[in-house]
């Protein structure tokens, strides 16, 4: 019976060795995998609902920086912590697409949020490799970490950023979620995404970007500051290599391509602000303006801000007053090293080390930055800036022979480690050349509303932002002559009136100081001559004499009609010859006077301002010539001064200008202070104004013979011969109520009839007041 019992029972008998210890961990892995569910089943049903709403992604709206644009729509200036350029998803160019993947997540468009492949392929090169050198965050869990959390290495941090990450995936498209990542990331040099990295990096838009470049960009994400070329280009170029090396095991380059693109020099630009065209300067006005306007948030609405400024016309006044500084420049010699660098350390002529060194020597434009290697009298070796050597001899180091020798000031003399600067010449050979010391500025407008169309504010705005202007109140000399001779004509005077020109002596009180002897620039006296003769050889002496006949409180008074300030031109004699305050602002709009037949515009520099979506914010008020509430002048007087004006640009101080333009409807005068401190140019043809100086910030004199005519009037040239091209000759035409006595330069007017102007013995009319954007920044 017990056995039977026995029989139908299973004898339980301890497990052998080997198997228990399978089984035992086996079956604790197994318990802890199954408390790890049921905890991440907890955590997820309680963390999932608590996860940040996706609103943010749903309506995206990135801190786009504010952007000033010229009139024809050309991108001169951007303003913000985060420079950004959104783009959409099928703007993306098809390598920059492959690059991205192959670096940061080629599974993408097969896992859900979290690549479990990915972070087991990571984790086993980790091991092997014994630290951390690759992570396994998803594109979709880097968009999850930019928009919400922090950059903590935290297991919470990593939890929330899973969670984040399908519920991202569950709400977006794949090419929804890139298009967040593409435009969102930072990229090192205040870039946000890639396209503003396209152009910060390389200059151009990420559509024309090439395969080495896009490899170069999908290396920043992983570490902007580590992988940065500008700071770090040899590691920089590692990370690009490895990212060549994955498109080519992902297929998505071919040998050929990625060999070409390995072999490839990538360019990078160094400056942050490099535009279309250089127009600093009038970029910073707009920026002030829209500020002023619009304080809040005007840094990262994405408000566009369009100036009247041409980019034609605003590339020739750039290069014209280049070319006119480094002209004056040259003409007074060489000064010798900008400065010197510690390179005793540094033995390969092609070290890297030599571009660190002149990391923090900034670029001027054309005026390469370099650091001299080897000089002798007949030989210098140098580094350019940005990988190039240079070796210079004969006729190049002609203008520098003086700082080659051993007898030239240490501190000047060109030797191992001096700093020079390097232009290339019309021919494209490299010559020794100096940043410039003497400051310049130039503006132009249309005479017919105001609207500027050109204005470089100083030789180089990363140097000097002080913007010449605007804020360089400086004397005008000869070149406000033409205010005396208008003043003169509302008295009875006319062209052809005679005045002579001998010495004279003015007590001193009279000048306001002391006895005061004028001279004629050129030391020359002809005796009794006409105003319009004497206005084109600008002699000083009739200018004096027209100036006490008519009353310098007279001449201050009127000359508010232009614009003029009448507290920075005491009423004195002195004031014929120019001794007060002006900008170039105000000339160039007093010029205008004479251009549009009498009318006074204030000028304005920005006609619009748009938000993000293209509304409308803001516009200057619409004001042009006609308005007879804008007369300021007799039209018969503004005819006569361009008829006198006229003489001088054809046969007077300003000659070259008619001859190199070669036209006869040009208008303006040469201007030049005592001792040659200050030199101007300020003319028009009938449809552009313009306004050139030149000077030293602290004032000191230019040089002997340099006057407005042969240091300003070459930038006025340089720029008309481009604001004037396929623009006909024109000429004013005689306005009723002037009668003509005599032939030719000799012609006299004068007024037969009232024809309304503003009576001498009242204040001209002030214009109506301008609209807020028709206003120059304050300074």
């Known amino acids: 019976m017990r056995h039977a019992i026995l029989s139908g029972l299973f004898i339980l008998r301890p497990l052998p060795l080997a198997l228990r210890l399978f089984f035992y961990p086996f079956a604790v892995l197994l318990g802890l995998l199954a408390i790890g569910v049921a905890i991440a089943v907890i955590v997820l049903v309680l963390a999932y609902p608590k996860l940040p709403s996706l609103e943010v992604l749903t309506d995206y709206r990135p801190k786009i920086p504010l952007r000033v644009y010229t009139a024809d729509g050309y991108l001169i200036g951007e303003f913000g912590e985060e420079r950004r350029a959104v783009v959409r998803f099928d703007e993306v160019p098809q390598v920059m697409k492959d690059a991205l993947l192959s670096a940061e997540d080629d599974r993408f468009y097969q896992h859900h949020g979290v690549d479990y492949k990915g972070i087991a392929r990571a984790a086993s090169a980790n091991i092997l490799g014994g630290r951390l ?125 990625y060999q070409a693109a390995l072999e490839e020099p990538l360019v990078i630009k160094r400056e942050l602000a490099e535009f279309p065209v250089h127009a600093e300067f009038a970029a910073e006005m707009a920026r002030q303006l829209a500020a002023d306007q619009f304080p809040d948030d005007v840094y990262s609405r994405g408000m566009k801000v369009y100036t009247t400024l041409l980019k034609s016309e605003q590339e020739a006044a750039y290069l014209a007053l280049r070319k006119g500084v480094m002209d004056y420049d040259r003409r007074h010699g060489y000064r010798g090293a900008e400065s010197f660098l510690n390179i005793d350390d540094i033995k390969d002529d092609q070290d890297e080390a030599l571009d660190e060194a002149l990391q923090d020597v900034h670029d001027a434009d054309n005026l390469v930055p370099a650091v001299v290697l080897s000089a002798s009298a007949s030989e210098l070796q140098a580094y350019r800036k940005g990988g190039e050597m240079v070796t210079l001899t004969g006729e190049t180091l002609k203008f520098a022979a003086k700082m080659l020798d051993n007898k030239a000031p240490p501190s000047k003399r060109l030797r191992r480690g001096a700093v020079i600067r390097l232009l290339k010449d019309d021919k494209g050979s490299w010559q020794i050349s100096q940043l410039p010391e003497v400051e310049s500025a130039f503006v132009s407008l249309s005479p017919q509303d105001g609207a500027i169309r050109a204005l470089i504010g100083g030789f180089d705005f990363n140097r000097n932002k002080f913007n010449h202007v605007t804020q360089a109140w400086r004397q005008p000399g000869s070149s406000f002559k033409p205010f005396i001779y208008s003043a003169a004509l509302e008295k009875g005077y006319g062209p052809g009136s005679v005045i002579d020109d001998s010495p004279l002596i003015i007590p001193a009180d009279e000048t306001g100081s002391r006895v005061w002897e004028p001279r004629n620039y050129d030391g020359k006296y002809e005796g009794p001559m006409t105003m319009r003769t004497a206005l084109a050889k600008s002699k000083n002496l009739v200018s004096v004499r027209l100036l006490q006949s008519i009353d310098p409180h007279y001449a201050q008074d009127y000359a508010r009609r232009f614009g003029f300030d009448a507290e920075r031109h005491p009423p004195y004699l002195t004031m014929a010859l120019g001794a007060g305050s002006v900008t170039p602002w105000q000339m160039v709009a007093a010029y205008a006077v004479f251009a549009n037949g009498g009318y006074k515009l204030n000028p304005y520099i920005v006609r619009e301002i748009k938000d993000e979506n293209g509304q409308l914010l803001a516009q200057a008020a619409s004001i042009r010539v006609g308005d007879e509430a804008l007369r300021v002048i007799d039209p018969r007087n503004a005819f006569l001064m361009d008829l006198m004006l006229r003489d001088v640009t054809i046969y007077g101080t300003a000659a070259r200008a008619s001859a190199t333009l070669k036209r006869r409807d040009l208008a303006g005068k040469t201007g030049t202070t005592n001792e040659y401190v200050d030199a101007w140019f300020c003319g028009y043809q009938m449809t552009v104004a313009g306004c050139a100086w030149i000077g030293f910030d602290q004032p000191r004199k230019l040089g002997s013979g340099e006057t407005g005519g042969t240091a300003a009037l070459p930038i006025w040239i340089g720029y008309m011969q481009r604001a004037l091209k396929d623009i006909p000759t024109q000429l004013p035409t005689q306005p009723n109520g002037l009668t003509a006595f005599g032939e030719g330069r000799e012609r006299n007017y004068v007024y037969t009839e009232n024809m309304g102007a503003i009576p001498e013995e009242e204040e001209a009319t002030e214009p109506p007041p301008p609209a807020d954007l028709s206003q120059p920044p304050s300074d």
Not at 166 to 189: A, C, V, W
Not at 197 to 225: H, R, V
Request: proline fraction near 3%; avoid cysteine; glycine fraction near 4%.
């Open 133 to 257: 050198s690759q992570g396994a965050s998803t594109i979709t869990q880097q968009v999850a970490r930019n928009f919400f959390l922090t950059n903590e290495r935290t297991f919470l941090r990593k939890l929330y950023e899973a969670l984040l990450a399908y519920k991202i995936e569950s709400n977006f498209s794949k090419d929804q979620i890139f298009e967040l990542y593409i435009n969102q990331i930072y990229l090192g040099q205040r870039a946000y995404g890639f396209a503003a990295a396209a152009q910060i990096y390389f200059g151009k838009s990420l559509q024309d970007i090439t395969i080495a470049e896009a490899a170069m960009l999908a290396g920043l994400p992983k570490a902007p500051s580590l992988y940065n070329p500008v700071v770090n280009p040899a590691r920089a170029r590692q990370r690009q290599q490895y990212v060549l090396r994955r498109m080519l095991q992902l297929g998505d380059i071919t040998a050929e391509q």
